[in-house]
């Protein structure tokens, strides 16, 4: 009985979970004033062609998405070094101040994102970056998540006696981060590439304050164009949605098997 209840449970998440998504499909292949009917329609319609040649036509899209690529590709490449460096670091190695810095690096997850924008804009400014991809990929390069996840891995799926074995083998710090560490931080890497990625790629503010050249746009903030002044084509603008998803869903499909591939082989271990 307990294991119905929770099959039951479960399979009421998923249906929560998903219903956003079968409901963006269901708005992307319908006319725009279905959006509004009521009862609301939850049948498929014919219309997903003719809205994709819409956004097609209103916005740069493939511009906007190779734009969005390129911008969390190299964020995310960075992210991932510099995290999982400064993570080694702090998990396997004492050094002067240690402690202090990386609760200074914490307390900088408590500063909420908002407060950041001004300060880094201006300075965006001074550097003379505006309107251009250092001003979107160069703030974002580091991240105190991302340094505080791969510490707290760290220190749990590296040993001292595999780091004492490469010592004697005469490794040094970098090399024992690129060939001892990073094969066994994969999952915790694989989880930080798919967080970063997403966040650059929805990213929309930050973008929409620094860009001012259209044909630099992310995907996000071209997708905000599909949005009219006085009136919006509610169905157009769910099908520019669903089409920004899909990189994203293929992307998670590819990388979540190795996810769960090395999560599955670091719990048999030991």
């Keep these: 009985m307990k294991k119905f209840i929770l099959h039951m449970c479960l399979v009421l998440g998923v249906i929560i979970s998903i219903f956003p998504f079968y409901w963006l499909i269901v708005m992307a292949t319908n006319i725009s004033s279905?959006?509004?009917?009521?009862?609301?329609?939850?049948?498929?319609?014919?219309?997903?062609?003719?809205?994709?040649?819409?956004?097609?036509?209103?916005?740069?899209?493939?511009?906007?998405?190779t734009n969005t690529i390129f911008v969390s590709t190299i964020t995310t490449t960075f992210v991932l070094f510099f995290s999982t460096l400064a993570g080694f670091v702090f998990a396997k190695f004492e050094f002067p101040g240690k402690n202090k810095l990386f609760f200074f690096t914490l307390g900088t997850m408590m500063i909420p994102a908002q407060l950041s924008l001004i300060p880094n804009f201006i300075l965006m400014q001074e550097f003379g970056w505006i309107d251009s991809y250092k001003?979107?990929?160069?703030?974002?390069?580091?991240?105190?998540?991302?340094?505080?996840?791969?510490?707290?891995?760290?220190?749990?799926?590296?040993?001292?006696?595999?780091?004492?074995?490469?010592?004697?083998?005469?490794?040094?710090?970098f090399r024992m981060y690129w060939s001892v560490a990073l094969p066994v931080l994969r999952p915790a890497i694989a989880f930080l590439g798919i967080f970063t990625f997403m966040g650059v790629w929805n990213d929309y503010l930050w973008p929409l304050i620094v860009l001012n050249d259209p044909t630099k746009y992310t995907l996000m903030v071209a997708l905000a164009n599909l949005k009219g002044l006085h009136q919006t084509d509610m169905a157009v603008v769910m099908t520019g949605t669903l089409l920004g998803t899909v990189p994203l869903i293929v992307l998670f499909l590819i990388v979540s098997k190795q996810f769960i591939s090395n999560i599955a082989a670091g719990a048999i271990k030991d």
Aim: aromatic content about 14%; overall charge negative; glycine content about 8%.
């Design 34 to 65: 279905a959006s509004f009917k009521f009862p609301p329609i939850w049948t498929f319609g014919d219309q997903l062609l003719i809205n994709i040649q819409k956004v097609f036509a209103e916005v740069d899209f493939l511009k906007a998405i």
């Design 135 to 173: 001003a979107l990929i160069i703030p974002g390069l580091a991240s105190a998540f991302g340094i505080f996840w791969i510490k707290q891995y760290a220190e749990g799926a590296i040993h001292d006696d595999l780091l004492n074995a490469a010592r004697i083998d005469g490794c040094g710090i």
